[in-house]
């Protein structure tokens, strides 16, 4: 169970260093062009950025947002040696969630499925937590 629960971590880190890779090329990319001012990155002011630019680094932020509750989830589980196979299937059910969700995000932005995906997510997140307390209780 302990190496099921790194990989679905690792592959969480993974995807939000891979979204952090697409942010730098679109930024970059955008600046380039001349769509964005190099000096805009001093402040972090993007607002004139392209929509493309601006929804990737929204995406990286939100990597930092409901996934902190999985890192802990699974921290939690490892430390207290607490993990079966319904919490390790619901953690890569959530990494499943955040693939996705950065999918749609960073392609098509289709805010219903977007939306849903990220619904998904929060319940997966709140059974592994509902399955640690109920171990404990």
């Known amino acids: ?10 592959s969480q880190v993974l995807l939000t260093l ?15 062009k001349k769509q ?10 993007l607002g004139s950025a392209p929509e493309s630019v601006q929804v990737a680094g929204r995406n990286f932020i939100n990597q ?5 509750l999985f890192y802990v989830a699974v921290l939690c589980a490892l430390a207290t040696n607490n993990s079966g196979y319904a919490f390790v299937a619901l953690a ?9 969700h950065s999918v ?17 997510g929060c319940v997966v997140v709140l059974a592994m937590w509902l399955t640690l307390v109920w171990r404990f209780i």
């Open 18 to 32: 891979i979204v952090m890779v697409i942010m730098g090329r679109r930024r970059f990319g955008a600046a380039k």
């Open 92 to 100: 890569w059910l959530f990494v499943l969630t955040r693939v996705i």
């Open 1 to 10: 169970m302990t190496s099921q629960l790194i990989l679905a971590l690792f």
């Open 64 to 68: 930092f947002e409901i996934p902190v």
């Open 36 to 45: 964005i001012q190099m000096r805009q990155f001093a402040t972090m002011e």
């Open 104 to 120: 749609i995000h960073l392609s098509t932005n289709h805010l219903r499925s977007r939306y849903f995906t990220f619904l998904a």
